[in-house]
Nanobody
Framework: QVQLVESGGGLVQAGGSLRLSCAAS????????MGWFRQAPGKERDFVSA????????VYADSVKGRFTISRDNAKNTVYLQMNSLKPEDTAVYYC?????????????????WGQGTQVTVSS
């Protein structure tokens, strides 16, 4: 079992930055690939970024490539999402997720554990 708690969301102006954190419970955090997804009102939950269990492999959605950076600290049981050059279209609830696999995966069905989400609002 893995429990996930996101933090770091908020209101920011376009062009600004935020860093999301996701703290995981349990001693097997390093065995899980981790992902970030987001869901805007009235839309499906979309993939943002994922990182392998070791942190060596990362994957990004085209819409955030070059602006967002995912990282993890297995000693702290935490995964991060650094978001720079934010745009109004980045506004959404951001969810952290854990997958019982070593690979960085991009689809929601591969993730068995989810956090409660944190709101990110980017004003124009």
């Amino acid at each position: 079992q893995v429990q996930l708690v996101e933090s770091g969301g908020g209101l920011v102006q376009a062009g600004g930055s935020l860093r999301l954190s996701c703290a995981a419970s349990g001693r097997t955090f390093s065995k899980y690939a981790m992902g970030w997804f987001r869901q805007a009102p009235g839309k499906e939950r979309d993939f943002v970024s994922a990182i392998s269990w070791s942190g060596v492999s990362t994957v990004y959605a085209d819409s955030v490539k070059g602006r967002f950076t995912i990282s993890r600290d297995n000693a702290k049981n935490t995964v991060y999402l650094q978001m720079n050059s934010l745009k109004p279209e980045d506004t959404a609830v951001y969810y952290c997720a854990a997958a019982g696999t070593r690979l960085a995966l991009t689809t929601t069905r591969n993730y068995g554990y989810w956090g409660q989400g944190t709101q990110v609002t980017v004003s124009s």
